[in-house]
């Protein structure tokens, strides 16, 4: 076109070599190049550090869900047997590992008596609060409201389950356990609860000795996880320390078991 217009007399031919700044283009494209290409790098190293580091923390407080409820029925008569007549378990209280993913992680429930799982956890729990209500229908002081309070005051029982296991790692420097293990190995106390008030519903006398036996076993439960499982994760160790709050453990178990365990509609007996 520029060719036509310039055979053209009176009009104007545009230059048709004119010079670009060889630096300016360098350096335009260059910088905006390596600007992009250093931003996206730094971007994706801060969202890649950041991803790594939330997925490592909820693994190691939380851990996965699924982990604890893959269990079958021969896991639960078993764990059953462990929970309530532990110092009738003749193997040994450690975890069963395994590598994945070139390191070491433990084996599900299904495959070790020792892992803790939530499905007998929850299970006991919805069946200490429709026995509680049981109770209470016989004693003729049924109603919504009692089932309702029954649910949170086992919710509480629980919650201060898990601060005290809690508490008692921290007190000895460790606080990496996953929050579910604790909450599964709290959770368990629901398990003899119920065998003591169904104990009770068929006989109510029986509520004075049941209790002690729930209470004993649970306490010996725990001293050997903790024991054996979790303080493991305790970098120091001091021999008289642990054995007193071991001690402390077994005998919180007490109080808290028959609070829980005196079916009532006041927080306290």
Known sequence: MYDNLGAQSGVPRP?????????????????SGFIRSGLGAYGEK??????????????????????????????????????LFPFLHRGHWTRITEPVGGRL?????????????????????GTYVVLAGLSLGLQGRFTPEALNWLFIKGLVGWFLEVS???????????????????????????????????????WSHSYYFLMPWTSLCMGIFLVKTMKRVLFAEVRTYDSSRHHYLLLFIALAQFPLLFWLGKISLNWFF
């Open 15 to 31: 230059p048709g070599n004119t010079q670009a700044n060889p630096f300016g283009n360098a350096f335009a494209g260059g910088s």
């Open 46 to 83: 801060i969202l890649g550090s950041s991803s790594e580091y939330v997925q490592s923390n909820i693994s190691r407080y939380f851990s996965d869900p699924q982990y604890y409820f893959q269990v079958n029925d021969q896991y639960v008569r078993n764990k059953l047997k462990v929970v």
């Open 105 to 125: 992680s433990y084996k599900p429930p299904i495959f070790d008596i020792n892992a803790p799982d939530l499905y007998i956890p929850f299970m006991a729990f």
């Open 164 to 202: 005290l296991l809690k508490m008692t790692l921290f007190s000895l420097g460790s606080g990496e356990a996953p929050l579910l293990d604790i909450v599964s190995y709290a959770g368990y106390a629901f398990a003899g609860l119920s065998i003591a008030l169904l104990g009770t519903i068929i």
